[in-house]
């Protein structure tokens, strides 16, 4: 646990401090240079959004791993969120399916633990994305559901519009915000799985 929070912690930091900085940079710039630094801190501030998140979570589930549960030892959620992962992975028919089912439910067969696939932000880390990798990881918080709008149309949307070559005027207090929000919500998650590790919320 100690090991795990000091991965987490020393990631954040890391993430924060270039936030910190970049803000800093882009609050005592020269008129000239405001745009070119508000775009810098829109992308960064998405990339470590991303960036943390996959992280944090790869880091959480490969403490999960290293305990080396039976299936029926995962608390439910986690246990469902596995199996699910694992049917679709791995087989190719209804009946394949059903029986595969039977197994990871009832028979106690070894889940899988894919921490890449259960991690994958699929490039776009928007609510929905978010949403999907809390269930994969048996997390059911709902937590950021007050900041799916902000998520998907600031957080995303913006850096989408300038990783993708728009080029217009941008707001400097839009980009400050972006940026701050994204740090409380990279605390946020830290909490969640921080305080996932210290109950045990994966097993049984």
Known sequence: ?????????????????????LKGLLLNAKAKNELLLAKCLVVMSYSHWEGFVKNATRIYMKYVQFQGLNANQYSQELR????????????????NKILLTEDCLYNNKVLTVDVDDLCDTESNLNFDVLKKILYNVGLRSNVFDTKEIYI????????????????????TDDAIDIADTVINLMDTYRTEILNASAQNSFHS
């Open 80 to 95: 469902s969120a596995l199996t699910y992962r694992q049917i679709m992975k791995n087989s190719d028919s209804v009946v």
């Open 1 to 21: 646990m100690t090991e795990l929070q000091e991965k987490v912690d020393n990631d954040i930091a890391q993430r924060k401090k270039e936030l910190i900085n």
């Open 152 to 171: 998907n149309e600031k957080i995303v949307g913006d850096r989408n519009k300038f990783a993708h070559g728009e080029i217009r005027l941008y707001d």
